[in-house]
């Protein structure tokens, strides 16, 4: 039995399979000069991260169908996760003794949430413990954008044109998160929900602005380190559009981060929801539009 049988006959239900194979990953610079023409404002070195555009292959693999909801989150609390070290790594078992988020009102929150709403406001480290909980891992930054655009380098899950109709962006002005399965017309080929806007979603990789130039092309990991500095500030620094900040000198430098996807409800749509977007921050930071997916070998 090959793996992509086993894959079929194992897949659970709120997970689906992406099939072994090539797709594009990254953009062109045509793809660029394209999102120029619609926004002028965008600050096109920061786009720079997601050059060059190659083909990558990946083994087969299962990844969520939808991002990690409160009621899911909620029964990771209950279980006593956050006093089981089995699932932590160490960075995140210090971050645990250190933050204490137990005590915090973040955690109350996720209790008292909209249920089917994602989950929010949890660091890098809790999602890595939740997976490893759940008895899946963080999807590589690689699975993630194959889940999300296909096969054929497309901008959005749903074709190459933007449409607020099928997520929740800014443009939409909902302005906080909505139930994962609210936009079935935003869905990917393969039939994740939420690819685009709602949360970002943490990836298992470190971030580094330079990677795509040396990456390997088979199942790439991400880099054993992170980039040291890679920008100044966070999204929320500059509302909807990261890609109009400068430093300042008071502005706080970032360092050893993580990588996010996907934009979420406060994105400008024609930019941060895009499949090849990439952003990133520190996996101790949290905030209202963070969230995260799992994903899960086969074999």
């Not at 932590?88 to 005590?103: C, D, F, H, R, V």
Request: aromatic share 12%.
């Amino acid at each position: 039995m090959n793996n992509r049988n086993k894959g079929k006959e194992s897949i659970p239900e709120d997970m689906v399979l992406i099939p072994e194979g090539l797709f594009l990953m990254g953009s062109t610079r045509e793809d660029i000069e394209r999102l120029l023409d619609l926004d002028r404002n965008i600050e096109i070195d920061r786009l720079d991260n997601e050059f060059p555009q190659r083909e990558v292959y990946l083994s087969a693999y299962l990844i969520d169908k939808y991002p990690v909801t409160n009621a899911q989150y909620k029964r990771f609390i209950e279980s006593g996760g956050y006093g089981q070290k089995v699932f932590w790594s160490e960075a995140g078992w210090q971050y645990i003794l250190q933050a204490n988020p137990l005590e915090s009102n973040d955690l109350d929150a996720i209790s008292h949430g909209e249920q089917d709403c994602p989950v929010v406001d949890i660091s890098w480290y809790e999602a890595e413990a939740f997976a490893r909980w759940a008895g899946k891992r963080l999807p590589t930054e690689a699975e993630w954008e194959k889940a999300a655009r296909s096969t054929d380098g497309r901008a959005y899950p749903w074709g190459n044109e933007f449409d607020k109709t099928r997520l929740n962006c800014a443009e939409v002005k909902i302005e906080k998160p909505t139930p994962v399965t609210k936009y079935p017309q935003g869905q990917s080929v393969y039939g994740c929900f939420d690819m685009a806007g709602n949360v970002w979603e943490w990836a298992a990789d470190w971030y580094d602005s330079q990677y795509y130039r040396h990456a390997p092309n088979k199942n790439p990991q991400g880099p054993t380190i992170a980039e040291e500095s890679p920008y100044f500030g966070r999204p929320e620094d500059v509302g909807i559009s990261i890609y109009e900040l400068k430093p300042y000198a008071a502005s706080k430098m970032l360092s050893a981060c993580k990588v996010l996807r996907g934009g979420s409800w406060n994105g400008s749509g024609v930019v941060h929801v895009r499949c090849a977007n990439r952003d990133y921050d520190e996996p101790t930071y949290k905030n209202d539009t963070i969230g995260f997916r799992c994903a899960k070998s086969l074999g």
